[in-house]
């Protein structure tokens, strides 16, 4: 079964404002985790990934913090534009294997 | 620079028909591959995946079936579909090192719908 999960299904931003997406994941042994968005019809597109050694980490627009006392991932997207609109998947790694949870529609309203 | 490909990226497929859904990557040896069905509305579930030529792990029991005939092809086939085989199906590639820090790359996927 699926071993990661998002907190909340669908998020509502205004055009402009900052997202916060949240993720909550169960295996403590995974040593890495990833940021997707897939966009309709399309496949996973790569955000922004974080080693289990890190607790933050940033790139354009993008943040992601990492708590792993209370097992907690989160996406953080600045200045939320229209184009920002998908679907936000988390995922966590260890060895070959990708657990994704069930992914956020952010929808972004202008 | 690596690159994926997928294809059909789509079909429509009658019960107990037989599939073949076919995936090769370029640019890179060697490397890992997986696929991967995702559902309507839901995650990215893991069917198969390969460290090598030959090598195949399935994830979860299906009428599903995986083979690596090539070092950077991966096709996934079924001899006699089932409805609940529709959905969304990607393969995915990382590099042969695979281990952490090593992001997975997906393909464009293709869609199945089994009528």
């Known amino acids: 079964g699926e071993s990661v999960g998002l907190h909340l299904p669908t998020l509502s931003v205004q055009e402009g404002d900052n997202s916060i997406i949240n993720c909550a994941y169960s295996n403590s042994a995974s040593d890495y985790f990833i940021w997707y968005k897939q966009e309709s019809g399309k496949g996973p597109q790569f955000i922004i990934d974080?080693?289990?050694?890190?607790d933050k980490r940033q790139g354009q627009r993008v943040t992601v913090l990492l708590n792993k006392t209370v097992k907690h991932l989160s996406l953080q997207i600045a200045a939320t534009q229209p184009g920002d609109s998908a679907v936000y998947f988390c995922a966590e790694r260890k060895d070959y294997k990708l657990s994704f949870g069930a992914g956020t529609t952010v929808t972004v309203r202008a | 620079s690596q690159t994926i490909h997928q294809w059909p990226a789509t079909l429509v497929q009658p019960v107990g028909s037989p599939l073949s859904l076919e995936c090769t990557v370029e640019?890179?040896?060697?490397?890992?591959l997986y696929w991967y069905r995702q559902a309507a509305g839901r995650g990215l579930q893991l069917l198969f995946y390969s460290v090598g030529i030959g090598q195949i792990s399935s994830e979860v029991p299906q009428n599903l079936s995986a083979s690596r005939p090539q070092d950077r092809q991966f096709i996934l086939s079924s001899k006699k579909l089932l409805l609940s085989d529709s959905g969304f199906y990607l393969c995915a590639w990382t590099s042969p090192e695979g281990m952490s820090g090593n992001t997975i790359y997906f393909g464009e996927g293709s869609w199945l719908t089994v009528v």
């Open positions: 974080i080693r289990s050694n890190m």
């Open positions: 640019g890179t040896s060697n490397p890992n």
